[in-house]
């Protein structure tokens, strides 16, 4: 089982730019048109940047999505791996938050399958990261969430957004992720002087994470663009510590 996790596409309606600068239309089009072309399964979660009517309104037809308790989380059954997909939005705001209500449905979401690996998707990541202006607007009630995942143990993974970078990180008993955006990058600043945070053009990524029984879950960052390759390793004699091919007579 596969799952590419695409985050912080940063999609504007057509000849709107984000931040004044980051054309992510010209990257990822509008968003119904770039994922309808998709053969596979598309699971969203809201993000701080999307207001939950319009995401239901528009892809609630896809059946997943409820909406019956105001929050649009679910759980994806029937894989070998069970999705569960968090709502982390509190509307209006940067930060994300798991309130007692939204703590309970995930509480009770999990008691329903202690057995089966799961994975866990949530925009704001609600574990700290050392990048500290972001940090701010994590979601918030991470260390009750954290309490819930530790008294399980089938969490694979919890996998975030929002920071716009590649970062793991041990936590509430599980392993905790970020991926980069597919649009623009936000920079690597470990400083904690309270200076604000900015974005770089590094290259756009997503992660794939890849489910195996014999491997468990297996994560791999994939780079976007266009690189030089794919070349054989083609070895020397010199080539320190490899096997040297040998030439033929
Ligand atoms: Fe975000």
């Not at 984000?18 to 770039?34: G, K, P, S």
């Not at 207001?51 to 892809?59: T, V």
Request: proline letters at 7%; glycine letters at 10%; one cysteine or more.
């Amino acid at each position: 089982m596969m799952i590419a996790q695409i985050t912080d596409l940063h999609v504007r309606p057509r000849g709107k730019v984000a931040y004044e600068r980051v054309d992510t239309n010209a990257m990822l089009q509008v968003l119904r048109d770039i994922l309808e072309p998709l053969s596979m399964p598309v699971y969203l979660v809201p993000g701080n940047h999307d207001r939950r009517a319009e995401l239901f309104a528009e892809f609630g037809s896809d059946g997943y999505l409820k909406n019956d308790d105001g929050f649009l989380h679910y759980t994806i059954e029937g894989h070998e791996m069970r999705l569960i997909g968090l709502d982390t939005v509190v509307p209006g705001h940067g930060h994300g938050e798991m309130c007692a209500q939204r703590l309970a449905w995930l509480e009770g979401r999990l008691a329903e399958r202690l057995d089966q690996p799961t994975l866990i998707f949530m925009h704001h990541p609600p574990f700290s990261t050392g990048l500290a202006d972001m940090d701010r607007i994590n979601c918030r009630n991470g260390a009750s969430m954290a309490g819930v995942l530790r008294r399980v143990g089938n969490i694979e993974r919890v996998v975030c957004g929002h920071h716009h970078r590649a970062i793991t990180v041990r936590w509430g008993g599980t392993i905790g992720s970020v991926a980069p955006s597919t649009a623009h990058q936000v920079t690597l600043d470990l400083v904690p002087d309270g200076s604000p945070s900015s974005f770089t053009m590094e290259p756009p990524g997503f992660h794939l994470h890849v489910w195996s029984k014999e491997a468990g879950l297996v994560t791999h960052g994939v780079t976007i663009g266009k690189f030089d390759g794919p070349f054989p390793f083609i070895l020397d004699a010199e080539y320190p510590g490899q096997m040297a091919t040998p030439k033929a007579a």
